[in-house]
């Protein structure tokens, strides 16, 4: 046998087959190999625990909880369902009415737009439940589009947008909207809830919202002192409290009154109230559904060559795919059943706004405050939210009398609950005693969305999240210390870009020490990325060009075995200045690398089938050795609590 076979260097199966023999004694361990424990080389591997054995392999899916796979999904308990549509149904209306109104279109294309959301968008598979309609996030944009293009244009705009949404979910885009961060989706719940909670504070007392949540904040004050000098606006902002009352408070009432919606119990109460002699409070005002279509003809798809409208076009398909995926993410957190499937949903929605389209009405996105509703009345499956679409259709076309009995302000009380429990202010503190960085992420999301928009804000706070995660990626820690003639840097963690000028700094130090030895020990660095890596690597070439003696120990496990040309290089003595690193836990020393040796090998060199000897030194041979003393105190412990010492 060869001493290549011997020492184990030939592929197993390039070996040929031969009698068997007995078995051969292992090989000599190299000088500096690490000592092995022959009880944990020889454990069986298995996995004994309990939580995450499987165990025998029945072809049975026995998991139970919300990913729980089976034959049925949640069973529908109609009552529930029907009693949930109405409450969504009566979040859904004044919403309807109100983003159309901001948008600058008649009433009506805003609840033709819930009708579709309910019909269209919830009988459709993707969701199960999240409400779809016209949504408050689109109407600063909508308003602008119609003021450039006018009405009958938006038609063919909202079209072209459900036709890219469907292309977007066939070729499986929706699935990158679940990369999002909880503090971010937090922040947008938040975001959302506050400025609904001021924009309905105005109708609740009977008033019109100044416009922006900046403007409807500063105006409060002001608001009530008005409401309180006005005996019918004060009539009007008392239902609206009652209504908020009422929400909050009806699940404690006993025995099956509490599962009549609250909602439902406060319009009664309002049309009770608003049908009293000398009250005179705003009611729900309705025209004719079918005189307000507006289906686009040929006048208004010739203006598909205007470029404004194909980057209205474009604009109206991101805005509106990421509202209603980001509302998916949100709302999957909001309770246990089915997780949305994020490409079917995303098709679902272009379906909606292709048909909003044909009919001119305005574009659909998943809205938070009715699929909040919806969970919250406890809906288990799409019934509840198709039912509500009906609903909205049945009373608009069969029933408008009806509508016109409702006051505005009971109907903004529903609005003010839903956006507290969007708000969720008590997730602030929690938040900060959990993770203080997420929590900054949260707040940033919020504050962004109520100054700006919703799709700004929460572009700002996913890069807020990478941000921190980048930082918190980063954990680096760099030491220095003199000792002798030696200048000494210590880097351990995470060394990427963004810790590049703390590096740079350190090495600057070492090199103004005047010191005429240098070593970098980055052994005990996780991830050393290009940046950082080019950077070190200049260092050393410029001071050895400078005459210094520079020792690198870059990270990487040990490699100290020695190939027979290695020992005749260190026979002949001609030594490099870079260094490989050891093992620092066995005291193994440093050893120069040599160059080739130009003259004749020594005749006393090793058989190739023997264990090379222990090296010794040339004759101009330096020997380095690594401190095998402990670390200083100050970061001796940094690879057990890092986050610990990359706060100091």
């Known amino acids: 046998m060869s001493g290549l076979h011997a020492r184990g260097r030939v592929p197993a199966h390039a070996r040929t087959p031969g009698p068997p023999t007995a078995p051969a004694a292992p090989p000599a361990a190299p000088p500096f190999a690490p000592a092995t424990n022959p009880a944990f080389d020889k454990a069986p591997v298995s996995d004994t625990n309990p939580a995450t054995s499987t165990g025998p392999d029945t072809g049975t899916d026995t998991r139970t909880g919300p990913n729980a796979k089976g034959p049925k999904g949640p069973k529908a ?15 859904a209306l004044p919403l309807c009415i109100g983003v159309a109104v901001a948008s600058g279109v008649p009433a009506e294309l805003g609840i033709i737009s819930g009708v579709i959301g309910g019909l269209v968008v919830g009988a459709a598979r993707g969701s199960t439940l999240q409400v779809s309609g016209p949504a408050a996030g689109l109407a600063a944009l909508v308003a602008e589009t119609v003021l450039e293009y006018g009405v009958a244009m938006l038609g063919v705009i909202v079209l072209g947008s459900g036709i890219l949404q469907i292309i977007l979910g066939l070729v499986r885009l929706g699935r990158i909207f679940q990369a999002i961060s909880l503090a971010v989706v937090q922040g947008m719940l938040a975001g959302i809830g506050l400025p609904l909670i001021f924009s309905q504070l105005y109708p609740m007392s009977d008033a019109k919202a100044p416009g922006t949540p900046i ?30 009352a009422l929400s909050f408070l009806w699940k404690k009432m006993p025995g099956p009154v509490k599962k009549i919606p609250a909602a439902l ?13 000398g009250v005179n409070v705003k009611t729900l005002q309705v025209g004719n559904l079918l005189s ?42 909001m309770h246990s059943g089915p997780r949305t499937r994020y490409n079917p949903e995303l098709i679902a929605q272009g379906a909606g706004n292709t048909v909003a389209g044909i009919l001119g009405a305005l574009p659909i996105t998943a809205v938070v405050a009715r699929s909040s509703a919806n969970v919250q009345a406890g809906a288990k499956t799409r019934l509840s939210r198709t039912l509500h679409g009906l609903w909205l259709l049945a009373f608009a076309l069969l029933l408008p009398q009806v ?29 900060w005693r959990q993770d ?109 060009g400078l005459g210094l003696r520079v020792e690198l120990l870059m990270p990487g496990p040990a490699k100290p075995t020695q190939t027979p040309t290695a020992l005749e290089d260190k026979a002949v003595g001609r030594e490099e200045t870079t260094y490989s690193p050891s093992d620092r836990t066995t005291g193994s020393r440093l050893l120069p690398r040599r160059r080739r040796a130009t003259t004749t090998p020594p005749a006393t060199a090793p058989a190739p089938d023997q264990a090379p000897p222990a090296p010794t030194p040339g004759p101009t041979a330096e020997w380095f050795y690594l401190d095998t003393r402990p670390m200083p105190e100050e970061y001796a412990g940094y690879a057990s609590r890092p986050e610990e010492y990359a706060s100091r």
């Open 436 to 544: 203080r960085g997420e929590f900054a992420v949260m707040t940033i999301t919020t504050l962004v969305i109520v100054a700006t928009a919703l799709l700004e804000g929460v572009l700002i706070g996913l890069a807020a999240g990478i941000v921190l995660a980048a930082l918190r990626m980063s954990q680096t820690v760099i030491k220095q210390h003199l000792e002798e003639d030696t200048a000494k840097v210590v880097m351990a963690g995470n060394a990427t870009f963004l810790r590049l000028p703390q590096l740079i700094e350190a090495l600057e130090a070492a090199a103004e020490s005047g010191k005429p030895r240098i070593r970098l020990d980055l052994t005990g660095v996780t991830h050393l990325d290009h940046a950082c890596r080019n950077q070190v690597e200049e260092f050393v070439t410029q001071q050895r």
């Open 77 to 91: 308990d109609l009552a529930t369902e029907i009693t949930a549509s109405l409450v969504v149904f009566l979040v």
């Open 215 to 244: 403007e409807n904040m500063a105006g409060a004050p002001g608001l009530l002192a008005d409401t309180l000098a006005n005996p019918q606006a004060l009539i009007a902002a008392g239902l609206g409290v009652l209504t908020i």
């Open 292 to 333: 307000s279509v507006q289906v686009p003809g040929a006048e208004q798809f010739a203006g598909l060559a205007d470029p404004g409208i194909i980057t209205a076009i474009l604009t109206f398909t991101v805005i509106a795919s990421a509202e209603s995926l980001f509302t998916a993410a949100a709302v999957d957190r």
């Open 265 to 277: 119990v406060a319009v009664g109460i309002g049309i009770a109230v608003a049908s009293l002699p």
């Open 403 to 431: 509508l016109a009995l409702i006051p505005i302000s009971v109907l903004a009380g529903v609005l003010v609950h839903s956006g507290w429990k969007l708000f969720a202010p008590e997730e602030f503190p929690k938040m």
